[in-house]
Every structure is written in C-alpha cells, then in structure tokens.
C-alpha cells in the first residue's frame, strides 16, 4: 500500500500545494535552527539540568510526588531549570550549526511563506 496518496485531480491541487509547502516550511524551520541536534542538544542538557535540580532539592526534604499546591515553588524551579537550560543548549548548536538571520525570516513570515506571497529566503 502507498504511504502517501497522489492525485491527479486538479479540485485537490490548492490542498496539496499547502500540505507540500506546510511540511517544506517545517523542514527548512529545522534546518536553520541546525537541525535535529539543536532540538536534542536542548532537550539533553534541559532533562540534566531539571534531574539535577531536583536531586539537590530532594536532599533539602523536597518530594516530588503526590502533587499538592505546596509544592508548586518546586515543580516552577524544576520546570524553570528545563527551561533556561533547554534554550541555552539549542541556542549553542543554533549559533554553531544554524542560521539564526533564516530561522527569523522563516519565524516572522510564516503565514506569507506557507500562502505563497512570501519569498522562501531572506532577501538582504
């Protein structure tokens, strides 16, 4: 069986066009961030960093589980830990590997590009 479906009918045309453009978008979005490894690059030192901030709050008596609102302070700090360092790690590997003057291009005129009244590339 065929994994994606091709027609030939020109009412479907408009429809394809847009679901092609749509995943050209998220392709060419990933590569100016320097492709996967931004995104697992952010994600490893992010999953760190929060494992590490909860250890050192499970030594101060923090519990993770069961949730209540008392703890909320806690799961913020872990959830900001993620955070920061997510961005950071992405941030390396985008400054490294990607091109942050495309991926802002790309960010800003989504809806132009994916209607097709914008360029694909920045225009300097």
């Given at each position: 069986m ?10 479907n ?35 760190t ?21 008392k703890?909320?302070q ?10 920061a360092?997510?961005?950071l ?12 003057r ?14 097709g ?8």
């Amino acid at each position: 069986m065929q994994d994606n479906y091709v027609s030939l009918n020109p009412a479907n045309t408009i429809a394809e066009e847009r679901a092609i453009r749509s995943r050209l978008y998220a392709q060419r979005l990933l590569e100016a961030q320097g492709g996967a490894s931004a995104v697992i690059v952010g994600a490893q030192w992010g999953l760190t960093a929060s494992v590490l901030t909860y250890s050192s709050m499970q030594n101060s008596g923090f519990a993770f589980l069961p949730f209540t609102m008392k703890r909320s302070q806690g799961y913020a700090k872990i959830g900001g830990a993620f955070l920061a360092f997510y961005m950071l790690g992405h941030g390396y590997v985008m400054g490294r590997f990607g091109d942050r003057r495309q991926f802002n291009h790309l960010y800003l005129n989504k809806s132009g590009i994916l209607a097709g009244t914008t360029a694909w590339d920045r225009q300097d």
